[in-house]
Structures are given as structure tokens and as C-alpha cells.
């Protein structure tokens, strides 16, 4: 994972909007990945979520596909800086995925395909506040954007919101994800500019 792959610009904030410090709003889509971009099919993703014992809950896109769907518009943050504003997804609620799993984990460990991880506090994924999505804009999730589908988590920074994700590890203690075991700050809340550890 050594690629960084940067493709965004910045332009001053339209009236009424409220940014986070630090932040600058955009109007495209600015793609960052590090490292390659997966390409996974429909046919061979699979989302599997580990409880701290062991036990496995699996599903596959059909599976994901027949769940009940909510369509959340909601703000982005990246820890580059950029901002974009009323994004359009849909996705599965991880509340919804939860449902019937029984945990006693305080946090998540998240995997991705292509290696990468991010970790969080198992409650910011519960209570309406994470989705997996697999639809951007009305239009399939590409793959730059982390089709077939990713993590959304938009009240934290970007990186926690993995793409190609395929996993959610839940944990009794926090375990660092890859960019946090580089320095970046463990939660990542752009209001409080949480960017890198001690921040």
C-alpha cells in the first residue's frame, strides 16, 4: 500500500455552508486510495461479520440485496481537507445487520478488500449512524468510490468509511487499522479536527 493516488481542488465554501476546521468544500468527487483499486464482482463479494467468540454472520450480495434498503444524504469529510456536501447513497443500515448478532464487544476492527483496515468504536456504527452502501447518486457504486460497496460512516473522517469493504472484526479492545498504526488519530471526528493521534 504505497500509492497515493490524489485527483481533487479546492474552492471556497457556498454561503450557508458549515465546514469543520480545517476543511474546504469541493463539488466533484476527489478519489484517494492507497494502493490499487479492487475489483470485485457482484459473484464474489461476500460481508462477513466476526463476533469476539468466533461466531460468523455471512451474506452474500443477494442477501445483501433483498435487506431493506434506506437511502441517507449525508456530508463528507476527508482528512485531506476536502468537503463535499448533500452526497446521495444507498445502503444497508449495519443496525439492520446486527440485528441477530449477539456481542459484547465495545469495538470494530474493519476489513477491506485489498488488505486495508480501519478500526472505530463499535457505537458509532449502531443508532442510524453507519451503512454498508452500494449505490452512489442513484447509479452502482464504482470502484473508485469502493464498489461493490463500502462503509459509510459520515459523521468521521473519510478513511473510517472503508472501501471494498468485507468485513467488520468486533472486538472486546481497540486495535489499530492501517493508517491509525501510521499516526492517524484513533476516532478521526472532523468537528473536533482529529487527525492524527494527540490531536
Not at 451474506?59 to 446521495?88: I, N
Not at 457505537?123 to 452502501?133: N, Q
Not at 472501501?163 to 492517524?184: C, H, M, N, S
Amino acid at each position: 500500500m504505497a500509492i497515493i493516488s490524489r485527483g481533487f481542488h479546492g474552492r471556497r465554501p457556498d454561503p450557508g455552508r458549515k465546514l469543520p476546521p480545517g476543511q474546504y468544500e469541493v463539488h466533484d468527487f476527489p478519489v484517494l486510495s492507497a494502493g490499487p483499486t479492487p475489483r470485485v464482482t457482484h459473484d464474489e463479494w461476500e460481508f462477513t461479520l466476526t463476533t469476539e467468540a468466533g461466531a460468523r454472520h455471512t451474506w452474500d450480495w443477494a442477501q445483501l440485496m433483498a435487506m431493506p434498503a434506506e437511502t441517507p444524504t449525508v456530508d463528507l469529510h476527508c482528512v485531506t481537507k476536502w468537503s463535499k456536501f448533500g452526497t446521495h447513497w444507498e445502503g444497508v443500515s449495519l443496525d439492520s445487520l446486527m440485528e441477530d448478532v449477539e456481542t459484547a464487544a465495545d469495538f470494530a476492527l474493519v476489513h477491506s478488500y485489498g488488505g486495508y483496515t480501519t478500526n472505530l468504536p463499535l457505537e458509532d456504527l449502531l443508532d442510524g449512524k453507519a451503512w454498508i452502501a452500494h449505490r452512489y447518486d442513484g447509479e452502482e457504486l464504482a470502484p473508485e468510490h469502493g464498489g461493490p460497496a463500502r462503509l459509510l460512516v459520515p459523521h468521521l473522517y473519510l478513511w473510517k468509511s472503508a472501501k471494498w469493504v468485507r468485513g467488520i472484526e468486533l472486538l472486546l479492545d481497540d486495535e489499530p487499522g492501517f493508517w491509525e498504526g501510521l499516526g492517524y488519530h484513533s476516532y478521526g471526528d472532523p468537528w473536533r479536527e482529529q487527525r492524527y493521534q494527540g490531536d
